[in-house]
């Protein structure tokens, strides 16, 4: 009978003990996921912080140059000595912005696409002025058209330009993981937890 007790004794405190460990190695894989899609999550932002940065570079740059004191027809560029680097300047932006348009695609963050799209249009729009008024045909209606342009892509920039940085803050926001990553799990605590289980 003693040797029954014994074995029934070591058999149920072996079944503990394995319960014991597949609670705390259920724990532990559970805190690794959790770990792990934190990281994830935490290196998403900082990538999509830089592609974002890079779409507000741009937007600052047009709105800038869409300014009243930049309403240059290019006949009239060699009288400012800054306009070709800033056409350089620009233009690089762009080439930067696509690409980074790009990347924040295949993340899945199209939040840039719709304003991007909206201030490259009225860029062209504002740069497509510019060239009407250097037309020495065009109509005194048309040059009136062109300033009239001119004003209204400046503003549609401007607008999109005084609020992008709070829509581009507000997403990144919502990426950041709640709280600081889970902590590795401890020999106490994994023991805490499984006891905590086996009381449940």
Known sequence: MEILTA?????????IGLLIALVGQSREDDRLRRA??????????????????????????????????????PSQASKDPNYAKRRAEI????????????????????????????V??????????????????????????ARTDLGEAHKAISGVAETLHETFATYLDALTPPGPPPAPSGLRSWLRQAEEWMRS
Do not use: C, M
């Not at 592609?51 to 047009?62: D, G, I, S």
């Not at 762009?94 to 939040?111: F, K, N, P, S, V």
């Not at 510019?130 to 005194?140: G, I």
């Open 91 to 118: 233009d690089a932006l762009y080439e930067e912005t696509r690409a980074a348009d790009i990347r924040l695609r295949l993340e899945g963050a199209t939040i840039a696409w719709r304003p991007l799209a909206d």
């Open 36 to 73: 792990e899609a934190w990281r994830q999550q935490t290196a998403k932002q900082v990538r999509l912080r830089d592609e974002l940065a890079t779409a507000l570079r741009l937007v600052y740059a047009v709105a800038a140059d869409t300014g009243i004191f930049r309403w240059v027809p």
């Open 7 to 15: 074995v029934l004794g070591g058999f149920v405190g072996a079944l």
């Open 120 to 145: 490259a249009r009225e860029h062209q729009r504002f740069r497509d002025a510019l060239n009407t008024l250097d037309e020495p045909q065009a109509s005194a209606e048309s040059r009136a058209a």
